[in-house]
C-alpha cells in the first residue's frame, strides 16, 4: 500500500506563493499518474494538477499560468509550486497516486491519498 504524506500548506496572502510537498513511502517510478487535487468547505474534491509516468502535464484552467506541478521519481516526491495565489484556492490539499492494473482481466485504477493539508489565502 502507496502512503503519502503533504507538507507546505499555511496562510498566505492574495498574490502569494506556497509550495507544497508530498512525499511517498515507495517508488512512485510505478505510479502511473500523480496529481494534486483539493477540497473546500461544502464543494466537491477537485483536481488541480496531474503529472503521468511519461511527465505528461495537465492543469485546472483556474490554476493554468499560476501553478506548476513536478515529480522527482528518485525522491518519491510530489511538489506543487503555487503562485499568484487567490482566495477561492483555499482549500484542503491533497496528493495523490493513481494505479492502473488488471484485475481478474479487467483494466482498474486505485488511488492513494495523503492527510491533506491546508492552504488558506487572504484577500
Known amino acids: 500500500q502507496l502512503q503519502l504524506e503533504e507538507s507546505g500548506g499555511g496562510l498566505a496572502q492574495a498574490g502569494g506563493s506556497l509550495r507544497l510537498s508530498c512525499v511517498a513511502s515507495d517508488d512512485i517510478g510505478r505510479v502511473n499518474v500523480m496529481a494534486w487535487y483539493r477540497q473546500a468547505p461544502g464543494k466537491q474534491r477537485e483536481l488541480v494538477a496531474s503529472v503521468g509516468s511519461s511527465r505528461y502535464k495537465n492543469y485546472a484552467d483556474s490554476v493554468k499560468g499560476r501553478f506548476t506541478i513536478s515529480r522527482d521519481n528518485a525522491k518519491n516526491t510530489l511538489t506543487l509550486l503555487m503562485n499568484s495565489l487567490k482566495p477561492e484556492d483555499t482549500a484542503v490539499y491533497y496528493c495523490?497516486?493513481?494505479?492502473?492494473?488488471?484485475?481478474?482481466?479487467?483494466?482498474?485504477?486505485?488511488?492513494?491519498w495523503g492527510q491533506g493539508t491546508q492552504v488558506t489565502v487572504s484577500s
Open positions: 495523490n497516486a493513481r494505479r492502473t492494473v488488471l484485475v481478474g482481466g479487467d483494466l482498474r485504477s486505485f488511488d492513494s
